[in-house]
């Protein structure tokens, strides 16, 4: 039986052999584990800072973005804006010198009808007008529409009254110049 028993004690020995190196292996499985943990822990930290950190520069280039479109936005509109004042400003200007283009001719037509009859009552009326409105048109010329637009304004604060009776006395003529222009011309053809 001693056989048995040298047998039962290496078995023994080599059962505290294997259960020590169980042991030994489950330590070192749960020492890997934590350090598998930690590493995962870091790593997911660094991720998380490295996502903050992206996130804060997709803001920064969002908001330099947008200053940078408000920016643009702001320069287009000064330059639309400046481009439509200066088209209004030659419009105006445009118009202007139309005006003193007509009113000039006006006058040279009136000068012209009072030489007709220069020695009548009428002629010497149509005479005056064709001096004022030669006036008128130099007027006209020389200041500018800006110019005698502030003097119309400037007029009308001192004197409303005044300057509404003349609206309406010049209204009247314009209306009844143009009446008779047209009727001249709707005439002729037929006559």
Known sequence: MPEYQDRAVEVRGSVDTVRDAGAELAQTARDAGADVAR???DAGADVARAARHAATGVTRTAKEEAGHVARTTG????????SVRQRMRDEVDRQHHEIVDRVGSFAAELNMMAGERPDTPAGELVAMLSARSRSFADYLDEHGPDRVLAEVQDFARRRPGTFLAAAVAAGFVVGRLGKGLWQNQ???PHS
């Open 39 to 41: 590493s995962a822990h």
């Open 75 to 82: 320069d287009q509109a000064t330059q639309v804006v400046a």
């Open 186 to 188: 709707h005439e002729s």
